[in-house]
């Protein structure tokens, strides 16, 4: 069977797509080989020479590859996804109620970064800790979906994790300057 012909509703499921299995904990080389061999198969240069169909089926795939890989291979947004897939809505835009424990350390991130921003052993600290904090979350998601199945629970530290991206994000920002 040729992927090219094949319909574009059969792989509404990224997992099926590149065919390894739906869960949270995923080994990254086999998602990388499955993204190689797809694209292999869809690519839109191998199908220059066939028909206006196959051509726009050809885009359409590789396209669609490509949104996949990009939401699997990001722990957050394979999270997102899992739950997505499971009837939980993560209400990113409209849920920002967040643990009082949680904003505490937030805050406290925000205020440290403010202090040793001309520190970099310090700055280096501050990172390591936020790291820590995040693979634990990671695990916690891991463990809600692929243990618990609860996409609840996932979808809730999944929304703290976006919460502490952000902060890494003006942490390393802050490390490089």
């Known amino acids: 069977m040729s992927a090219v012909v094949a319909s574009l509703s059969e792989f509404d499921d990224y997992f099926a797509l590149f065919q390894i299995k739906p869960q949270f904990k995923i080994d990254r080389q086999a998602l990388e080989s499955a993204y190689l061999t797809v694209q292999k198969q869809v690519h839109p240069d191998l199908h220059a020479g066939g028909s206006d169909a196959e051509k726009r089926v050809s885009m359409q795939m590789a396209t669609l590859a490509n949104a996949a890989y990009r939401t699997l291979i990001h722990p957050i947004q394979r999270g997102l996804y899992l739950c ?46 936020v790291e820590k904090t995040q693979k634990d979350i990671l695990l916690e998601v891991e463990n809600a979906i692929d243990t618990s199945k609860d996409y609840e629970l996932a979808a809730q530290k999944l929304r703290a994790l976006l919460f502490i991206d952000k902060f890494s994000q003006e942490l390393e920002d802050a490390i490089a300057a």
Do not use: C
């Open 84 to 129: 997505a897939k499971h009837g939980i809505d993560p209400q990113l835009e409209t849920n920002t109620a967040m643990p009082a424990s949680f904003l505490m350390q937030q805050m406290e991130w925000r205020e440290t970064l403010v202090d040793v921003r001309h520190d970099p052993q310090a700055l280096d600290q501050l990172y390591a800790e």
